[in-house]
């Protein structure tokens, strides 16, 4: 079994290695429009830009936060199903808190309202 796994890994080696050195050499039509820098959307040779939402930025960042933190609570639940212990249970309430009281005082600044009343 072990030899045949080998010889599996080194067929798709060399195969992907041929198609590598076969696709490599192609001429592709080049043309200024590919060879112009791509900067998110924006031209990089016009002066002015559009003018970018900084609440829209303000809430992409929030999300970025809040979307790492809930992340981080995966493998704590994963680990609860295996033992609990009083350490653990006091850890992942405070973070919870912590979590929680973020949120609702993002919420009470208006950060999270997409439109301002």
Same mark, same amino acid.
């Given at each position: ?7 599996f890994?080194?067929? +798709?080696?060399?195969?992907?290695? +041929?198609?590598?050195? &076969?696709? %490599? ?6 043309? =200024? @429009? *590919? =060879?112009?820098? !791509?900067?998110? #959307?924006f031209?990089?040779?016009? *002066?002015?830009?559009s ?5 829209? !930025? ?10 790492? @933190?809930?992340?981080?609570? !995966?493998?704590?639940? %994963?680990? +609860?199903?295996? *033992? ?5 249970? &006091? ?9 929680? !009281? #973020?949120?609702?005082? @993002?919420? *009470? @600044? ?5 439109f301002? %009343?």
């Amino acid at each position: 079994m072990l030899i045949l796994t080998i010889m599996f890994t080194v067929i +798709l080696c060399l195969i992907l290695i +041929l198609i590598y050195y &076969m696709t %490599n050499y192609l001429n592709y039509s080049t043309s =200024q @429009e *590919k =060879q112009t820098p !791509f900067e998110c #959307g924006f031209d990089p040779l016009s *002066k002015m830009r559009s003018p970018f939402s900084t609440r829209f !930025f303000l809430l992409v960042v929030l999300f970025l936060i809040f979307d790492v @933190e809930i992340a981080l609570l !995966f493998p704590v639940l %994963n680990m +609860l199903s295996v *033992k609990v212990s009083l350490f653990m249970t &006091m850890a992942l309430l405070i973070f919870l808190i912590v979590l929680l !009281f #973020g949120m609702f005082h @993002e919420w *009470k @600044e208006g950060a999270l309202d997409w439109f301002s %009343n």
